[in-house]
């Protein structure tokens, strides 16, 4: 049994939004589960849970729960739209690879990203 050691509440949450995607690459279960899979490949992250869903007639939403947070995915096919949060308390250098991956395999026309930082040690106005 592989012991996990819970990481400091800190950490990088990105949000990624991608247009003008093809339609096919995001009304397939498999390639989202692989695209996922891959991202993390290399990252050293163990998964703890993972499910995906299939929408009828289109759409998929899934996600990969990891020991350093989460990588979730919702497709609209029939907007060519695709929503991503990568959210990780690991090191910047495996959040940003995990990002890269996910940028480099959805075929899109145009993106936005949004990259918040997360944590207790962020100070915050207390109202």
């Keep these: 049994m592989k012991i996990l050691h819970n990481s400091p509440p800190d950490g990088v949450h990105y949000l990624l939004e991608f247009f003008?995607?093809?339609e096919k690459q995001l009304d397939s279960l498999s390639f989202i589960r692989k695209l996922l899979s891959k991202a993390i490949a290399?990252?050293?992250i163990t998964?703890?849970?993972k499910h995906f869903y299939k929408f009828s007639p289109h759409g998929i939403t899934g996600y990969l729960l990891l020991s350093a947070s989460h990588i979730s995915v919702h497709t609209w096919p029939e907007y060519s739209y695709v929503t991503c949060d990568v959210f990780s308390c690991g090191g910047k250098d495996e959040t940003e690879e995990i990002v890269n991956?996910?940028?480099?395999?959805?075929?899109?026309?145009?993106?936005?990203?949004?990259?918040?930082?997360?944590g207790?040690?962020?100070?915050?106005?207390?109202?």
């Design 20 to 22: 003008g995607c093809d």
């Design 101 to 118: 991956h996910m940028k480099a395999g959805i075929c899109h026309k145009k993106m936005r990203t949004r990259k918040l930082k997360r």
């Design 120 to 127: 207790f040690m962020i100070p915050a106005k207390l109202s």
């Design 47 to 49: 998964v703890l849970n």
């Design 42 to 44: 290399d990252s050293g």
